[in-house]
T-cell receptor, first 107, second 109 residues
């Protein structure tokens, strides 16, 4: 069993749609990261969360520590949001990663 | 530099050869992680350095893999006697904020 589970694995949306990507984890964590990886590109850290909610532009990330669950929301999605979104949790000195959600936003 | 850099960006090698991958971290960031990402798969933790503490090597897949870092400077990941299953993108990340380098794409023929 993976320490971090993401859903869905793949997601196709029409431009403008509201998107939610979910992450559940099974280990005790000190922080959770949402990462973005573009095709052929590097990885960018979008958010680091230890509680509550953070917002950056059209992106919102929430975490529920008791339920061991986090969500990444994208409002008014755009084709440039097409990427793989990865949930990562820090437990001690180690990071555990989900397998990613591949998002395609169609114009 | 402003970010984490890695070199080379691409490396093609023959099975059985040794390779050395380099990560130049952000100055002043004490923690450094190496990860591997095989095609179509998630990130795998390899090794973690924190200052002058003993590195956490628990993610290294075999004794063909080793990594060094002197203080808070450059780190090198060495793979000896490369195998085809070593083909992957090798990424390093600085600090607990996970600031990633662009990766080295390793192809073992």
């Amino acid at each position: 069993k993976n320490e971090v589970e993401q859903s869905p694995q793949n997601l196709t949306a029409q431009e403008g749609e509201f998107i939610t990507i979910n992450c559940s984890y099974s280990v005790g964590i000190s922080a959770l990261h949402w990462l973005q990886q573009h095709p052929g590109g590097g990885i960018v850290s979008l958010f680091m969360l230890s509680s509550g909610k953070k917002k950056h532009g059209r992106l919102i990330a929430t975490i529920n520590i008791q339920e061991k669950h986090s969500s990444l929301h994208i409002t008014a999605s755009h084709p440039r949001d097409s990427a793989v979104y990865i949930c990562a949790v820090r437990s001690g000195n180690q990071f555990y990663f989900g397998t990613g959600t591949s998002l395609t936003v169609i114009p | 530099g402003a970010g984490v850099s890695q070199s080379p960006s691409n490396k093609v090698t023959e099975k059985g050869k040794d390779v050395e991958l380099r990560c130049d971290p952000i100055s002043g960031h004490t923690a450094l992680y190496w990860y591997r990402q095989r095609l179509g798969q998630g990130l795998e933790f390899l090794i973690y350095f924190q200052g002058n503490s003993a590195p956490d090597k628990s993610g290294l897949p075999s004794d063909r893999f080793s990594a060094e870092r002197t203080g808070e400077s450059v780190s090198t990941l060495t793979i000896q006697r490369t195998q085809q299953e070593d083909s992957a993108v090798y990424l390093c990340a600085n600090d607990r904020d996970q600031l990633f380098g662009p990766g080295t794409r390793l192809t073992v023929l």
